[in-house]
């Protein structure tokens, strides 16, 4: 069976640090990957996806970036963490072609940024 | 263009119905699909309608209209676990999932 899983699960870093979360997927071959943001209360964001390696979207520009180094491992990074950053990370996949899209989540990565 | 659209909170009691909906205008279209978010948790999928009719599985159901632009998802026998925001999500021509804000359901006892 395909499992995802993310980290790290909580983190709290000062302005202007840099960032780096992770996310795995198993079980599955050339899966899209997704990285969302949700701020409290707010619905999903979509920030990146990619659907092979090193091909990614943004979705919305800002001061974070993606990488797809390897076919199920999704790396979302800053330089510089700015206070806005600051919310809940889903990382995502979805299996590649002309499927639904039904999306399977991670468990989220919580970052404050103080 | 692309939207959808949901209500933003709703309360009902423990034991109860509760039927929460959902409006989407898109010119391509894949499917439906409704996710559960408990609160500082990952969205898990609940259904998912790509044919217009009633979907039922347990306790929830969903239901699609594609003339309409409409889907709602009905909770019967209200448990206090339910409480949970409610996303309603269409894929698009490109499978790609477009979401609603969600719903925060509230449960009372």
């Known amino acids: 069976s395909q499992t995802i899983h993310q980290w790290p699960a909580t983190l709290v870093q000062p302005v202007g640090s840099p960032l780096s979360l992770e996310c795995t997927v198993e079980g599955t071959s050339n899966p899209n990957l997704y990285w969302y943001r949700q701020a409290a209360g707010r619905g999903l964001q979509l920030l990146f996806y990619s659907v092979g390696i090193g091909q990614i979207s943004s979705e919305v520009p800002q001061n974070l970036s993606a990488s797809r180094p390897q076919d199920r491992q999704f790396i979302l990074s800053s330089k510089k963490l700015l206070l806005s950053d600051s919310g809940f990370y889903l990382c995502?996949?979805?299996?590649?072609?002309?499927?639904?899209?039904?999306?399977?989540f991670g468990e989220g990565s919580r970052l404050t940024v103080l | 263009g692309q939207n959808i659209d949901q209500p933003t909170e709703m309360t009902a009691t423990e034991g109860a119905i509760v039927q929460i909906n959902c409006t989407y205008q898109t010119s391509g279209f894949n499917g439906l699909f409704w996710y559960q978010q408990h609160a500082g948790e990952a969205p898990t999928f609940l259904s998912y309608?790509?044919l217009d009719g009633l979907e039922e599985k347990g306790r929830f159901s969903s239901f699609l209209s594609r003339s309409k632009g409409y889907s709602y998802l009905l909770l019967k026998e209200l448990q206090m676990k339910d409480s949970a925001s409610y996303l309603c999500?269409?894929?698009?021509?490109?499978?790609?999932?477009?979401w609603g804000a969600g719903t925060k359901l509230i449960i009372k006892p």
């Open positions: 309608n790509v």
């Open positions: 995502a996949w979805s299996v590649s072609g002309m499927d639904t899209g039904e999306l399977f």
């Open positions: 999500a269409f894929s698009d021509s490109n499978y790609q999932l477009i």
